[in-house]
């Protein structure tokens, strides 16, 4: 339930479905306002309708958008007049892979929508603006163009060597590629960087019994996600929140307070905390 609910049609069929709601076809690109009947006459809602010939449209088809209001009997009456007109609901992620299929997108750019889909935080908003603007894809072009011209070299080089060309021209493809190896070197380091923006940096609390590391987890999650008591070795298992801090996502892990022990449950605690600290982010 909603004030604004959109209902977006691709495919070929969208002229003829659009036609036999709103009565005709709007002007491209421009929202008009239109009560749309279903088959049998009967009024649906008033709404604006928008008609996006193809190929200039996110999917490359012919696509149209109902913005109606947002209640359940208005979406429910108007995909049900859609599946009367022969259409069907589209299934996750159609609507890209389509884009995709006619070259509206390429597959980098694809996996930017899913990503900012599922954006929780500043930084994995940016993130994936990025890749959906193209950054990435626009490196990767680069890379390609450096191989291929390092290939002709060396192919001209192997395939022609009685022919007239420059006695060098093997060697000119050493310094293209080892440009691109520092290219490639930078991108695998950075790639780690994208994977915890996406992922989440993991800090690791760590310390002596009572240090503080369970007050400080409830302060940064502002609830009490771990129990705090005077008691040594309260703390037994990891407890692991996920936070979102300077617009970034973490996971704050809590763990037991490390010291030699003879209590094999608390010795198993500070086995697992050296454990996830080993591999976290950050050791506070």
Known sequence: RAAVAVVRLSGPQTKAAVKALAGDLPAARRASVRRLHDGAGAPIDEALVLWFPGPRSYTGEDTAEFHVHGGQAVISALVEALSGLGLRLAEPGEFTRRAFENGKLDLAQAEGVADLVDAETDAQRRQALEQLGGRLSEVQGRWREALTGALAMLEAAVDFPDEEVPADVAGRARPILERLLAELAEAAADAVRGERVRE???????????????????ALAKRDAAIVNATPGTTRDIIEVPLVLGGYKVIVADTAGIRVTEDEIEAEGVRRAEAWAASADLRI
């Open 200 to 218: 989440g940096y993991r800090i690791a609390l760590l310390g002596a019994p009572n240090a503080g590391k369970s007050t400080l987890l409830n």
